[in-house]
């Protein structure tokens, strides 16, 4: 159990995983500079940021859902979680471009999209056994199977997250930072 006085939120997460670096100087040095991009993510963000619910194809749906993880130690927000009739959550995560064909940066949003699955476990005592990736750009869904392989990479990420916030340095660039 980690102290809930400190939790880890849900886009360390995603930044540790897309670049260790990236993720220190965001969470730890507090240096952040919007570009085109982040400015566009933030515009797709607006209505699922914006708290609410309602019912759309027979399915309760909540915008900007409250998310944690006493047992991991989590805290974020979900951008819209769907209940399926049965009461399974079902989490999707926004993405501004298109479906990324590196398999390196699909991996870290499929590892921020499992931390979700995991904290809704946690809160609905419920199994969540796939989410989905909403690309604003091609409108497409990609299904993410929220299976052993990817449930054991997050908790792996989850602890190299904590590790490295925890430690409160700077790593070192990538070498294509260099």
Not at 65 to 90: C, M, N, Q
């Amino acid at each position: 159990m980690t102290d809930p006085a400190d939790p880890t939120t849900l886009s360390a997460l995603q930044h540790w995983a897309y670049c260790p670096r990236q993720c220190a100087l965001i969470h730890i040095e507090q240096a952040f500079v919007d570009n085109l991009y982040t400015l566009r993510g933030q515009a797709l963000h607006q209505r699922a940021d914006a708290p609410g619910a309602e019912v759309r194809d027979g399915l309760h749906v909540e915008r900007a859902l409250p998310l944690y993880s006493d047992t991991l130690g989590l805290i974020g927000k979900a951008d819209i979680v769907e209940f399926l009739p049965d009461g399974t959550p079902y989490p999707v995560e926004y993405k501004h471009g298109s479906r990324h064909k590196r398999a390196d940066i699909a991996a870290c949003d499929d590892l921020q999209l499992a931390a979700q699955a995991l904290c809704l476990e946690e809160m609905f005592a419920r199994p969540v056994p796939e989410g989905a990736l909403y690309y604003a750009s091609s409108r497409r869904r990609r299904i993410v199977v929220i299976d052993d392989p990817l449930r054991t990479a997050t908790l792996a990420a989850i602890e190299a997250t904590r590790r490295l916030l925890d430690a409160a340095v700077l790593p070192p660039p990538r070498n294509d930072e260099r």
